[in-house]
C-alpha cells in the first residue's frame, strides 16, 4: 500500500536555526497538510495545501512557517528561528480525494535545544 | 468554529473484554466525517475508522465498531475482544465537508491501556 513518507524522522537543531522538514506524499494525492503534536497533547492542524498554493491555515502558522512543492514530489515545511516551544512532533498527510480519509506519514521528531 | 471532546483522558480494558472510548462534537453543519485515528508509542497516526455524517448506519471495521448519534454529536469507538496491540493513545477527529478547507480537528486522546 503506498504511504507518504517523512525525512529525517528525529531532527535536533539549535533555538535560533532553520529547519526544512520532509514529506514525500502518496503519487496520486492533490491535498496536503502539516499537523503538529506538543509531547502529550492533542494533534493540531497547521496548513493544508493544494493546486500549488496554501488553502487554508491555523492562527498557529504564521510568518514563521512557510510550505512549498518545490517539484512534483516532495512537500515542505520550512521553520525559520526555531524557538524551544516548537519542539514537538510534526506529522504530513495526505490525500487523494476528499471523500477519502487522510494519509499520515510516521512524524518527524524536532527537538529544539 | 467545530470543537471535539473526549471527556475519558484514560481508560483501562482487560484483554479479550470489551470497551467504549466516547467522544462529542460541535458543528454547526450538517455534513462532515469523523474518524478514529490510534496512535501507538511509535506515535504513527493509524486510521482505526470512518464514518460519514449522511450515513445512517453505523461503520464497522471487525472488532472496532461505532455508535454515531447525530442528533446527540456523539461518536464513540467501541473495541470488542480487546487484545493487548490495542493498547494506544486513541484520537477521534472531524472534517467538514461543507467548507473549503478539509483539515481535521482533533480531540484531546483517550490513553487505552489493555491488561492481560
Known amino acids: 500500500e503506498p504511504e507518504v513518507t517523512q525525512t529525517p524522522s528525529h531532527q535536533v537543531t539549535q533555538m535560533g536555526q532553520e529547519v526544512i522538514l520532509r514529506c514525500v506524499p502518496i503519487s496520486n494525492h492533490l491535498y496536503f497538510y502539516w499537523y503538529r503534536q506538543i509531547l502529550g497533547q492533542k494533534v493540531e492542524f497547521l496548513v493544508s495545501f493544494y493546486n500549488n498554493e496554501i488553502s487554508e491555515k491555523s492562527e498557529i502558522f504564521d510568518d514563521q512557517f512557510s510550505v512549498e512543492r518545490p517539484d512534483g514530489s516532495n512537500f515542505t515545511l520550512k521553520i525559520r528561528s526555531t524557538k524551544l516551544e516548537d519542539s514537538a512532533m510534526y506529522f504530513c498527510?495526505?490525500?487523494?480525494?476528499?471523500?477519502?480519509?487522510?494519509?499520515f506519514g510516521d512524524g518527524t521528531r524536532l527537538s529544539i535545544l | 468554529a467545530q470543537t471535539v471532546t473526549q471527556s475519558q483522558p484514560e481508560m483501562s480494558v482487560q484483554e479479550a473484554e470489551t470497551v467504549t472510548l466516547s467522544c462529542t462534537y460541535d458543528t454547526s453543519e450538517s455534513d462532515y466525517y469523523l474518524f478514529w485515528y490510534k496512535q501507538p508509542p511509535s506515535r504513527q497516526m493509524i486510521l482505526v475508522i470512518r464514518q460519514e455524517a449522511y450515513k445512517q448506519q453505523n461503520a464497522t471495521e471487525n472488532r472496532f465498531s461505532v455508535n454515531f448519534q447525530k442528533a446527540a454529536k456523539s461518536f464513540s469507538l467501541k473495541i470488542s475482544d480487546s487484545q493487548l496491540g490495542d493498547a494506544a493513545m486513541y484520537f477521534c477527529?472531524?472534517?467538514?465537508?461543507?467548507?473549503?478547507?478539509?483539515?481535521?480537528?482533533f480531540g484531546e486522546g483517550t490513553q487505552l491501556t489493555v491488561n492481560p
Open positions: 477527529a472531524y472534517r467538514s465537508l461543507e467548507t473549503s478547507g478539509s483539515r481535521l480537528t
Open positions: 498527510a495526505s490525500l487523494g480525494q476528499l471523500n477519502q480519509p487522510q494519509h
